[in-house]
């Protein structure tokens, strides 16, 4: 079982702003990596570090972490933006050292 | 730029062993960790350990110990992932690269279906 634990399913309408959040003991110790999986492709990393962004990825995504929550806004949702998001993050256990949460699959209406 | 490109679709009978490859280019072979994440139908991500391509060293999950040996070739820049089969192991079988400064994966291979039927 995760111990990342997040929403199995979000919706947003298109334009508006959706949050996708993480909860695990592990994020009150480290910080949270978002990932985006559309059908049929690897997961791309759209957040990294508290809240850094790689190259290409587009403003409208946002992290932020608070105690044992890790949040992904996404601010104006695009139609694109529809996908399976994964958090994931180090741990503190030898041999489980890193850890995904269960995905969020997120539409856009 | 950074290519990681995995190994082709496999099928498999319970008991049997794979090995999936993960070709890296584009960067410094050694300087980066390789992680293999495993994805069953259906279903989330699960992180399976780590090669440091260094040092050869290696790091499994729990779940896998028993099942998984990961090796690199260092003149091919090539990382494996051996695994020992069981009925429940069908998924897609992904190698992504550490980023340096911190524990995201930057970069991703395609993955590598492996089907697992008796």
């Known amino acids: 079982s995760s111990e990342l634990t997040q929403d199995p399913a979000v919706s947003v309408a298109l334009g508006q702003t959706v949050t996708i959040t993480c909860r695990g003991d592990s994020l009150r110790s480290y910080s949270a990596t978002w990932y985006q999986q559309k059908p049929g492709e690897a997961p791309l990393f759209v957040i990294y570090g508290e809240n850094n962004r790689p190259s290409g990825i587009p403003d409208r995504f946002s992290a932020s972490r608070s105690g044992n929550t890790a949040s992904l806004t996404i601010t104006g949702a695009q139609a694109e933006d529809e996908a399976d998001y994964y958090c994931s993050s180090r741990a503190t256990r030898i041999f489980q050292p890193w850890l995904f949460g269960g995905g969020t699959k997120l539409t856009v209406l | 730029q950074v290519h990681l490109a995995q190994s082709g679709a496999e099928m498999k009978k319970p008991g049997a062993s794979v090995r999936v490859s993960c070709k890296a280019s584009?960067?410094?072979?050694?300087?980066?960790?390789i992680h293999w994440v495993r994805q069953a139908p259906g279903q989330g991500l699960e992180w399976m350990g780590w090669i440091n391509p260094n040092s050869g060293d290696t790091n499994y999950a729990q779940n896998f110990q028993a099942w998984v040996t990961m090796t690199r070739d260092t003149f091919i820049t090539t990382v494996y992932m051996d695994m020992r089969l069981g009925p429940g192991d069908t998924g897609v079988y992904y190698c992504?690269?550490?980023?340096?400064?911190?524990?995201?994966?930057?970069?991703w291979g395609q993955g590598s279906l492996v089907t697992v039927s008796s």
């Open positions: 992504a690269r550490q980023a340096l400064a911190d524990s995201s994966f930057d970069h």
């Open positions: 584009g960067y410094t072979f050694t300087d980066y960790y």
